[in-house]
């Protein structure tokens, strides 16, 4: 069974940073595209990060631009989410998910309907 684990998430102060993870377990990561988004209590998921399947390409909502950085580790079958410059406004809970359309070139989806599989998130709390 095919499954998304994320961790890292925490406590941190503004201006802190934090690393999140994204382990894949029961298929490779390497021909797919992942995703961050975030929810906040209250709130709609939004889209905060994307890579495409090579890593060659990331999109990022404007509000975390600058300050976060999504890459992966296909090795390790990972993706991470590089978190600096840290605000109250970015406690949420974070969800990693991957879009089930492999080897799909340069393509950054910022919609969370075109991803199909989820993890259950790591709570990351900021405080002012």
């Known amino acids: 069974q095919v499954q998304l684990a994320e961790s890292g998430g925490g406590l941190v102060q503004a201006g802190g940073s934090l690393r999140l993870s994204c382990l894949a377990s029961g298929r490779t990561l390497s021909p797919y595209g992942v995703g961050w988004f975030r929810q906040a209590t209250g709130k709609e998921r939004e889209f905060v990060a994307g890579?495409?399947?090579?890593?060659?390409?990331?999109n990022y909502a404007d509000s975390v631009k600058g300050r976060f950085t999504i890459s992966r580790d296909d090795a390790k079958n990972t993706v991470y989410l590089q978190m600096n410059n840290l605000r109250p406004e970015d406690t949420a809970e974070y969800h990693c998910?991957?879009?089930?359309?492999?080897?799909?070139?340069?393509?950054?989806?910022?919609?969370?309907?075109?991803?199909?599989?989820w993890g259950q998130g790591t709570q990351v709390t900021v405080s002012s």
């Open positions: 890579i495409n399947w090579s890593g060659g390409r990331a």
């Open positions: 998910a991957v879009r089930n359309r492999p080897y799909d070139g340069l393509y950054v989806s910022t919609s969370q309907t075109e991803y199909d599989l």
